[in-house]
């Protein structure tokens, strides 16, 4: 069943059922790949700067009191940035979208949905606070859910911000099982 406002058809939702993405859904995790390495590529070359200003602009560096001078602070700041936080951060969000597109997989979880209200959006969660996916919906695509009812949503695992791809009312369940959110890890 597609549920309407949310941008994926019948076909999408068949092949996410068989742990594969449509083209049209692989093109739209290529665009948030994309964007997200832009994201990193603006933070790595604006981070350092905002925050060698925060610390200069409080006292922190450039001072006579102080033992550190601004080009070790810059120094510091730069290779810590380079050499421990972008590598970490970049090549796990990496690995995880050139995994996708390549092997054209998409993962699925079944468990009871929250919809939370967050400004403009709300956030669907899925399954556990920790360990559950999470999206940001527009009102009119949450309006189509019931909040605390089974689904089972598709989608590419991207660390925070998963790329979501399509959602349908779950199976019934037994009662027992209903509130356990299931994996299904046939895809990687």
Do not use: C
């Amino acid at each position: 069943m597609v549920i309407d406002g949310f941008g994926f058809n019948q076909h999408d939702l068949d092949a996410n059922r068989d742990g594969r993405l449509t083209d049209r859904q692989v093109e739209r995790v290529r665009r948030e790949y994309e964007r997200r390495r832009r994201l990193a590529l603006w933070l790595l070359l604006l981070g350092p700067p905002l925050v060698i200003s925060i610390v200069v602009a409080g006292g922190g560096a450039g001072g006579a009191d102080n033992a550190i001078s601004l080009p070790v602070l810059i120094g510091i700041v730069y290779t810590v940035t380079l050499l421990l936080i972008v590598p970490v951060v970049v090549i796990g969000f990496i690995a995880t979208y050139v995994r996708a597109i390549r092997d054209r997989a998409v993962r699925s979880t079944t468990a009871k949905i929250r919809l939370v209200p967050r400004g403009d959006d709300v956030h669907l969660q899925v399954g556990s606070i920790t360990n559950g996916p999470r999206f940001a919906l527009d009102q009119d695509q949450a309006a189509g859910l019931t909040d605390g009812e089974r689904y089972t949503v598709y989608f590419t695992p991207g660390g925070q911000r998963s790329v979501f791809h399509s959602i349908e009312p779950a199976p019934e369940a037994s009662e027992s099982a209903a509130d356990a959110p299931v994996d299904d890890e046939s895809a990687p």
